[in-house]
């Protein structure tokens, strides 16, 4: 497809793990990256994998990557309700970032 | 981590008016600023690239006449929406590449509101 993917919604009960994905397009995507928005705010760099990597781990946050499939991952470990936001992943092609639609995160307690 | 300000964070028009927002990299120096428009509830679109010293590049379907940009400094990039009508009210977020080339960070973004 043309368009970066991901599932719109995703709702867990905090202390659970969240698994937010996402299908990107282009395979010489040289990086890929996560980002989250709260509401009315601007977008946060959680992180970020090259492309050559299968896996990322930052604390409660791991990012799994199949090249193969164009397929990246953001695992979010014990979620706490400060983690509901919009997710993004993005592609970087040449210098600019493909969006994603975003997921919303609902973490419930 | 690098911090990127935005100014204003919001405002409202007058249909007919001009706009300027302004975008600076606070603590590190950024050859390269982009600048996104964002509907509700709805991704991210480029809008155009702004290289320090040189021209934007703007992206496809964007007007550049109307969405002037200007990157004068490493750390300030301007956006003015000239004539601004009804349907340009939106979130317009910057954001400024880092020194590695690798991070993009994104300022707080400003809501527009044209009436």
Known sequence: GEDVEQSLFLSVREGDSSVINCTYTDSSSTYLYWYKQEPGAGLQLLTYIFSNMDMKQDQRLTVLLNKKDKHLSLRIADTQTGDSAIYFCAEKLGTALIFGKGTTLSVSS | ?115
């Open chain 2, 1 to 115: 981590g690098a911090v990127v300000s935005q100014h204003p964070s919001w405002v409202i028009c007058k249909s007919g008016t001009s706009v300027k927002i302004e975008c600076r990299s606070l603590d590190f120096q950024a050859t390269t600023m982009f600048w996104y428009r964002q509907f509700p509830k709805q991704s991210l679109m480029l809008m155009a690239t702004s290289n320090e010293g040189s021209k934007a590049t703007y992206e496809q379907g964007v007007e550049k006449d109307k969405f002037l940009i200007n990157h004068a400094s490493l750390t300030l990039s301007t956006l003015t929406v000239t004539s601004a009508h009804p349907e340009d009210s939106s979130f317009y977020i910057c954001s400024a590449m880092g020194t590695s080339g690798i991070e993009q960070y994104f300022g707080p973004g400003t809501r527009l509101t044209v009436t």
